[in-house]
């Protein structure tokens, strides 16, 4: 199984959301022996949440700004706006050519 796929079942397991297109993003040890904390980026092919109390306490949406007010998780979210920034700008630089 590879990183992008376990993202997709764990995520539908756990909160019931389907997810499309995963890219990593970066990875860190974690407390835990012999673990890797694997964080990604992924696209939502749905939006209804139904939490597996099994698994998980809670799963929620948040738009980039609450994220960003927050405080936490600040440089992810910096890292993803300036993803997409570079994104659009490759695009517009493709249509121009």
Not at 19 to 36: A, E
Request: charged content about 35%; aromatic content about 4%; hydrophobic content about 30%.
């Amino acid at each position: 199984e590879t990183i992008e796929d376990a993202v997709r079942r764990e995520v539908e397991e756990e909160a019931g959301v389907k997810v499309g297109h995963v890219q990593y993003v970066s990875c860190q040890p974690w407390p835990m022996p012999s673990s890797l904390m694997i964080g990604c980026l992924a696209v939502a092919v749905s939006t209804e949440i139904r939490v597996d109390k099994n698994e998980i306490e809670d799963a929620r949406w948040f738009t980039r700004e609450q994220i960003e007010k927050s405080g936490e998780h600040k440089t992810a979210v910096e890292k993803n706006i300036k993803s997409d920034e570079e994104e659009e700008n490759e695009e517009q630089v493709e249509e121009a050519g």
